[in-house]
């Protein structure tokens, strides 16, 4: 069973041991978020999608849970979650345990969805064991499998790939640094440059939306498709950085693979295109200029309890730290 606790729903997965989705559910998160609340919540939704599968409890083996926010997942412990109001340092592997009588893993919400795109992968025994998720979304979330496991580094906060910096002096992250990929590749980040190449007095079909302050990401890309040279520079943009991010990685940790999820890879080719040209142009020469998979996510939002699942199933337990 996988569970993808977010601040605004609450995905639950039940999965076979070829990590196939039986069946899953969608539901809000509780407005009372007290974690003795949302806990009794995810409860009551994972034993009725287990029922909705026609299985009973006892077939659940493990229950794996994705959150965003900064996780001890050696203890299970949420020392913080932004999403979700009067969650610090909140034993959930303990409490979620003892609620749903199983065992249960505990990690952020992105270093399951990449576990989640790594399990594909291992079910088709690509032999693919290095790789990364990269989710453009309004921000640039991120999870690293290294070795068959989530990378969780020193304190935990390993794979945050959106607070790579990419521009020297570049735009102020609300991390605190200056320059983060989060800052050009997020949904939030070609709104703002597409709003400052109008101001600059560039012509383009975007205007209408741009004033209206309705733009999305997906008007680019359409716009982009129909020869508009505002939004195709707004997407090669967004590639190149997106590519000196992936080409970084590579150099640092040798990726196999790099997937890329969240509403901007929505557009799949549009996205994925570019960003495999301004990779091969950022990237070296050694063993032939070798590319990693680049590739847009198959499991799109149901990652996050895919991964979970996964994760429960890996019985990597305490020892899933790398
Ligand atoms: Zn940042």
Known sequence: MGLDLGGTQIK???????????SSATDPTPTDSRPEVVIEAMSAMARRVVEEAGRSWQDVQGIGIGIPGLIDSRTGIVRACVNLKGWKDVELRELAGESLGRRVVVD?????AAFGEY?????????????????LGTGVGSGIVLNRRVFHGGGGLAGEVGHMI?????HLCACGQYG??????????VVRQATELMAAGKSSTLKARVDAGTLTTQDVFSAASEGDLVAERLIDDLASYLAIACVNLCRVIDLQAIVIGGGVAGAGDGLIRPLRKAFSRQNWGVGGGIMPKLSATELGNDAGFVGAAALAMAGLGDGQRG
């Open 119 to 135: 399990s594909i992968a291992l079910k088709r025994n690509t032999g693919l064991h290095h790789l990364a998720l990269v989710t």
């Open 166 to 170: 990419v521009e020297p002096n570049g």
């Open 180 to 189: 983060c990929l989060e800052q050009y590749a997020s949904a939030t980040a």
């Open 12 to 22: 639950a997965g039940l999965l076979d041991p070829s990590s196939s989705v039986i």
């Open 108 to 112: 952020n919400d992105a270093n399951a």
